[in-house]
Nanobody, 126 residues
Framework: VQLQASGGGLVQAGGSVRLSCAAS????????MGWFRQAPGKEREIVAA????????YTADSVKGRFTISRDNAKNIVYLDMNSLRPEDTAVYYC????????????????????WGQGTQVTVSS
């Protein structure tokens, strides 16, 4: 599975950005998809994850109520809608994927994912 993240850029605090992660190589309907981020000098952290069916999601407390993960299995794309952005959301955002036995499984740790995209920079100015 190859993953291509896009949609990052420079945005003012309070603004919104939509990230997209396009998967190719095979259909990802049975794959858990996740978004992670890494800020300079900090460890990578999970932002959100979604099950293969799309019925189960996880959102980190730091972004809950502001970020929403969704997926379109027909297009093999996963989205991360980011609203009310803050300077502390500045980071490189990565999408990741891994096959799961259940269509309702969600992985919340990075080592569970075998496939990673190249990352897209999101910079939030104050």
């Amino acid at each position: 599975v190859q993953l291509q993240a896009s949609g990052g850029g420079l945005v003012q605090a309070g603004g919104s950005v939509r990230l997209s992660c396009a998967a190719s190589g095979r259909t990802v309907i049975r794959y858990v998809m996740g978004w992670f981020r890494q800020a300079p000098g900090k460890e990578r952290e999970i932002v959100a994850a979604i099950s293969g069916s799309g019925s189960h999601t996880y959102t980190a407390d730091s972004v809950k109520g502001r970020f929403t993960i969704s997926r379109d299995n027909a297009k093999n794309i996963v989205y991360l809608d980011m609203n009310s952005l803050r300077p502390e959301d500045t980071a490189v955002y990565y999408c990741a994927a891994d096959r799961a036995h259940s269509a309702n499984t969600v992985f919340t740790w990075g080592t569970a994912y075998d496939y990673w995209g190249q990352g897209t920079q999101v910079t939030v100015s104050s």
